[in-house]
């Protein structure tokens, strides 16, 4: 079991650009979180979904968007990328209300 | 609103020494509350949780966390500390209890170990 993965590992964007982070869920589960960890704080939730639909959406612009598909991975799409988007981005699956699982995360950089 | 405070930002213990790390939460019913660890460029492990029971829980790598409603803690403790605890350490609260829901963290205790 490969667990949660996310891709790329790391990624350099410019201001104004757009950006796509993927994520596979661990085998088995249905849930997927999102969260932004910048640097020296804790993670704070983006959006949450389950079963393709979205269940929660923390404080976040809506140039934050994020979708699933039916094999339950996951996308968030960042547009107009600003300076202050630069954080790791974080992933984590469940399956129902189960322990969630996080993956390594997307360190994103905007220059 | 539910909030987190960890009011140590960074901890320095010698190894074999016990540790305890502080953490307040606020949180307007019942709370799920977690205690999870970071290594560097590493994502975030769950180490236990607190739902309801016992108010003293065990998780895994010989850390155990203790409930206190009065106090609004959850502090986490490991009786020695090994030099591979070093990392970033966060506490959370939520209302899902999967640990993944609209969960909200603290800012984090750094864990240096002394040889």
């Known amino acids: 079991d490969a667990g949660v993965t996310q891709s790329p590992t790391h990624l350099i964007k410019t201001r104004g650009q757009q950006v796509t982070l993927r994520c596979s869920p661990k085998?088995?589960?249905?849930?997927v979180s999102w969260y932004q960890q910048a640097l020296g704080q804790g993670p704070q939730f983006i959006f949450q979904?389950?079963?393709?639909?979205?269940?929660g959406r923390g404080n976040f612009p809506d140039r934050f968007s994020a979708r699933q598909f039916p094999n339950y991975s996951s996308e968030l799409n960042v547009n107009a990328l600003l300076l202050g988007d630069s954080a790791l981005y974080l992933c984590?699956?469940?399956?129902?209300?189960?322990?969630?699982?996080f993956g390594q995360g997307t360190r994103l950089t905007v220059v | 609103a539910q909030s987190v405070t960890q009011p140590d930002i960074h901890i320095t213990v010698s190894e074999g020494a016990s540790l305890e790390l502080r953490c307040n939460y606020s949180?307007?019913?019942?709370?799920?509350l977690f205690w999870y660890v970071q290594s560097p460029g590493q994502g975030l492990q769950l180490l236990l949780k607190y739902f309801s029971g016992d108010t003293l829980v065990q998780g895994i790598k010989g850390f155990e966390a203790e409930f206190k409603r009065s106090q609004s803690s959850f502090n986490l403790r490991k009786p020695s500390v090994h030099w591979s605890d070093a990392a970033e350490y966060f506490c959370a609260v939520g209302a899902g209890s999967n640990g993944a829901g609209k969960s909200t963290f603290g800012d984090g205790t750094t864990l240096t170990v002394k040889p």
């Open positions: 949180y307007g019913a019942t709370p799920y």
């Open positions: 085998s088995g589960h249905d849930t």
């Open positions: 984590a699956s469940s399956l129902g209300f189960s322990e969630a699982f």
């Open positions: 979904y389950y079963e393709k639909e979205e269940r």
